[in-house]
């Protein structure tokens, strides 16, 4: 099956900082999100990107599908945004229409 | 409210015994799902359905039944809990084929 992989495994930020977290993908998807799971463990939906680029607020992702790759960056880091990043993907053609998970970016920020 | 909604958030339970989580979604999504979150192992699917009476195996379901009577509802039960089934339990829902998923708020379920 699809491989998800993710890094940095984890970030340690100032208060104000910029970041880049990656995710690598093994095969075609039509489907990738990115997610925050906050301190309290809720999963909350960041981008549903399988293609092209979006942005909202201090946050942008990037997907290159053809290249098998998805970017999450966070500008000017704020201590709400520590948590888990999680990348998501939907093989392509799968029938379940299950998200294969990353292992995760752990992200503490820094007062 | 609207969305989706798991309940309760958070039961202990003894070995043995037969739980039921509950999720509703408010959306009439076609798509609905059950994952476990653990250390080492991220989230892992359960259970998915496709629409109401359609239901199918995930990556680890053994030790779980699954129903879908009402396109909203989609309880998950433990017929006869075990420690390992220990874990963080994730209810989605998605309109359609590959389309966003959203993610209820999670039940901690710890079972001794």
């Known amino acids: 099956g699809i491989q998800v992989e993710q890094s940095p ?3 340690i930020l100032q208060e104000g900082a910029n970041s880049t977290l990656r995710c690598n993908f093994s ?7 990115w997610f925050h799971q906050n301190p309290w463990g809720q999963l909350i939906n960041l981008f549903y990107i399988p293609s092209g680029t979006k ?3 201090r946050l942008s992702a ?23 990043y999680f990348c998501a993907v939907g093989e392509y053609g799968g029938a379940t229409n299950k998200l294969i998970f990353g292992t995760g970016t752990l992200l503490a920020v820094q007062p | ?24 979604q408010t959306w009439s999504h076609s798509y609905m799902f059950w994952y476990r979150q653990d250390l080492g192992h991220g989230l892992r699917l359960i259970y998915y359905s496709a629409a109401a009476d359609i239901t199918d195996k995930g990556e680890v379901p053994d030790g779980y039944v699954v129903s879908r009577s009402k396109t909203e509802n989609f309880p ?21 084929r590959h389309t966003e998923a959203f993610f209820g708020q999670g039940t901690r379920l710890t079972v001794v």
């Open chain 1, 27 to 33: 095969d075609s998807v039509n489907n990738l999100q």
């Open chain 1, 62 to 84: 990037t997907t290159v599908a053809t290249e098998r790759y998805s970017l999450l960056y966070i500008s000017s880091s704020q201590t709400t945004d520590s948590g888990v």
């Open chain 2, 1 to 24: 409210d609207a969305g989706i909604t798991q309940s309760p958030r958070y039961k202990i339970t003894e070995t043995g015994r037969q739980v039921t989580l509950m999720c509703h």
């Open chain 2, 76 to 96: 998950l039960t433990l017929e006869s809990a075990t420690r390992s089934q220990t874990s963080v339990y994730f209810c989605a829902s998605s309109p359609g």
């Open chain 1, 55 to 57: 942005q909202n607020g």
């Open chain 1, 9 to 11: 495994p984890d970030l």
